[in-house]
């Protein structure tokens, strides 16, 4: 392949997908492009030590040797206009032309914009970026008060670490409830309550119906019921949207994101799509998903590189999510959708507890607050396929180990039968 791999996007997904090309043996070119100007960084700690702390650096993926050092061809502030799927290239904005004989679209996704007046003030701000964390970090510096729009992950551990440099923060939440779409109504009741004890105000059921400014700068937002909430900074973060559109022009089958198939194919064999963009049939659950998580991002890049290596081998990696807001470290395994009951391990209000989701018999998966233990234990569990009966997990974590040694010892004598 003499125009070799060309990967779209230098996320953990993009950056996860040259070196596994690498590390699997394959010794075309790589070529590595970013719309941004940084070396690839993490993105978890944008929304905590990073703006909490004003000499925070960001913590690069790889170092710069590596992409030297293994012939990686990183190429910074370039914005890809357009794919020519059938002439196998990419028209670079401003002009050129990018050949490829295999393309990795890692185009992850966008934060979602809310159209509300008054949100194109100064101090109005969504968390996606380098760039975004700066500019949170730096309007952090002149506020006393801050305005969250969104109760998901992200907003949460940028309340909680703004909270904790001594900001006073109101999180507004549309719906009932903390997290809707990520954890089970037990770990966002506790959410709440934590942060709710260090000082974060927090409306459910709220939407705000405008900001409203001074001198070109955001003062307050204004919500539905008319009550005025503070604020030198309101930061957005209503969920994102996968970066859908290079792929959809081309011709590429978009449902949800950029569709793929167990190998990471999208409709045109030689593109391949990974990370919080691809949607794909997950195997756990039968249904169709997107998921966005570094671990998701990071096991389809190596499986896109081992099928660009002519590996048939199917996508089959156990998800896994984490967060840490204020002092929780919350940790899921599995997908819980569909679940109609559960296990508690562990003390809610000692803050150190994990849920076992079931559906009938099956486990589903675990949610776990401050029990690490318990979060390795289910991804060991999911992964070979055992599922203890809720009375095994009631023994706890030396019960279900030894329940998974048992389990594990038999499997080759089930195999062989």
Same mark, same amino acid.
């Given at each position: 392949?003499?125009?070799?791999?060309?990967?779209?996007?230098?996320?953990?997904?993009?950056?996860?997908?040259?070196?596994?090309?690498?590390?699997?043996?394959?010794?075309?070119?790589?070529?590595?492009?970013?719309?941004?100007?940084?070396?690839?960084?993490?993105?978890?700690?944008?929304?905590? #030590?990073?703006?909490?702390?004003?000499?925070?650096?960001?913590?690069?993926?790889?170092?710069?040797?590596?992409?030297?050092?293994?012939?990686?061809?990183?190429?910074?502030?370039?914005?890809?206009?357009?794919?020519?799927?059938?002439?196998?290239?990419?028209?670079? +904005?401003?002009?050129?032309?990018?050949?490829?004989?295999?393309?990795?679209?890692?185009?992850?996704?966008?934060?979602?914009?809310?159209?509300?007046?008054?949100?194109?003030?100064?101090?109005?701000?969504?968390?996606?970026?380098?760039?975004?964390?700066?500019?949170?970090?730096?309007?952090? +510096?002149?506020?006393?008060?801050?305005?969250?729009?969104?109760?998901?992950?992200?907003?949460?551990?940028?309340?909680?670490?703004?909270?904790?440099?001594?900001?006073?923060?109101?999180?507004?939440?549309?719906?009932?409830?903390?997290?809707?779409?990520?954890?089970?109504?037990?770990?966002?009741?506790?959410?709440?309550? %934590?942060?709710?004890?260090?000082?974060?105000?927090?409306? #459910?059921?709220?939407?705000?119906?405008?900001?409203?400014?001074?001198?070109?700068?955001?003062?307050?937002?204004?919500?539905?019921?008319?009550? %005025?909430?503070?604020?030198?900074?309101?930061?957005?973060?209503?969920?994102?949207?996968?970066?859908?559109?290079?792929?959809?022009?081309?011709?590429?089958?978009?449902?949800?994101?950029?569709?793929?198939?167990?190998?990471?194919?999208?409709?045109?064999?030689?593109?391949?799509?990974?990370?919080?963009?691809?949607?794909?049939?997950?195997?756990?659950?039968?249904?169709?998903?997107?998921?966005?998580?570094?671990?998701? +991002? #990071?096991?389809?890049?190596?499986?896109?590189?081992?099928?660009?290596?002519?590996?048939?081998?199917?996508?089959?990696?156990?998800?896994?999510?984490?967060?840490?807001?204020?002092?929780?470290?919350?940790?899921?395994?599995?997908?819980?959708?569909?679940?109609?009951?559960?296990?508690?391990?562990?003390?809610?209000?000692?803050?150190?507890?994990?849920?076992?989701?079931?559906?009938?018999?099956?486990?589903?998966?675990?949610?776990?607050?401050?029990?690490?233990?318990?979060?390795?234990?289910?991804?060991?569990?999911?992964?070979?396929?055992?599922?203890?009966?809720?009375?095994?997990?009631? #023994?706890?974590?030396?019960?279900?180990?030894?329940?998974?040694?048992?389990?594990?010892?038999?499997?080759?004598? %089930?195999?062989?039968?």
């Amino acid at each position: 392949m003499k125009n070799g791999v060309v990967i779209v996007g230098a996320g953990h997904a993009g950056v996860q997908a040259a070196a596994s090309l690498r590390e699997d043996g394959y010794d075309g070119p790589v070529i590595l492009v970013s719309d941004e100007n940084e070396l690839p960084y993490h993105k978890p700690p944008l929304s905590k #030590t990073f703006i909490k702390e004003q000499e925070a650096k960001p913590q690069p993926l790889r170092g710069e040797a590596f992409y030297t050092g293994s012939a990686i061809d990183y190429r910074p502030g370039i914005r890809v206009d357009r794919i020519d799927a059938g002439g196998r290239r990419l028209e670079i +904005a401003g002009g050129g032309v990018l050949p490829f004989d295999r393309l990795i679209l890692a185009t992850g996704s966008r934060p979602r914009i809310l159209p509300l007046p008054g949100s194109e003030l100064s101090g109005v701000v969504s968390l996606r970026s380098l760039a975004d964390a700066r500019l949170i970090r730096e309007l952090s +510096a002149q506020s006393e008060d801050g305005v969250i729009l969104g109760g998901g992950f992200i907003g949460l551990e940028i309340a909680a670490t703004l909270t904790a440099a001594g900001r006073k923060v109101t999180v507004v939440e549309a719906v009932d409830r903390l997290l809707g779409r990520a954890v089970a109504p037990v770990i966002a009741r506790h959410v709440r309550q %934590r942060l709710e004890a260090t000082g974060v105000r927090i409306l #459910t059921g709220t939407t705000i119906a405008r900001l409203e400014g001074e001198n070109g700068r955001v003062s307050a937002a204004i919500t539905a019921s008319g009550e %005025r909430l503070p604020a030198q900074m309101v930061i957005i973060g209503v969920g994102v949207v996968p970066n859908v559109e290079l792929a959809q022009a081309a011709g590429i089958t978009v449902a949800n994101g950029t569709r793929v198939d167990q190998q990471m194919r999208t409709s045109v064999p030689e593109i391949l799509a990974i990370g919080d963009a691809a949607s794909y049939r997950h195997w756990l659950t039968g249904s169709d998903v997107r998921l966005e998580s570094v671990q998701n +991002a #990071t096991d389809q890049a190596r499986l896109a590189a081992r099928t660009i290596l002519g590996h048939a081998d199917a996508f089959a990696a156990v998800p896994w999510f984490w967060s840490d807001i204020g002092d929780m470290k919350l940790q899921m395994v599995g997908l819980i959708s569909g679940g109609d009951s559960h296990v508690v391990l562990g003390d809610v209000n000692e803050n150190r507890f994990s849920i076992y989701h079931y559906a009938a018999n099956r486990l589903l998966g675990i949610e776990s607050v401050n029990r690490p233990g318990d979060h390795m234990l289910g991804r060991k569990m999911l992964g070979v396929g055992f599922s203890p009966t809720p009375q095994t997990v009631a #023994t706890g974590p030396d019960g279900l180990k030894a329940a998974l040694a048992a389990f594990q010892q038999e499997e080759p004598v %089930r195999a062989a039968e």
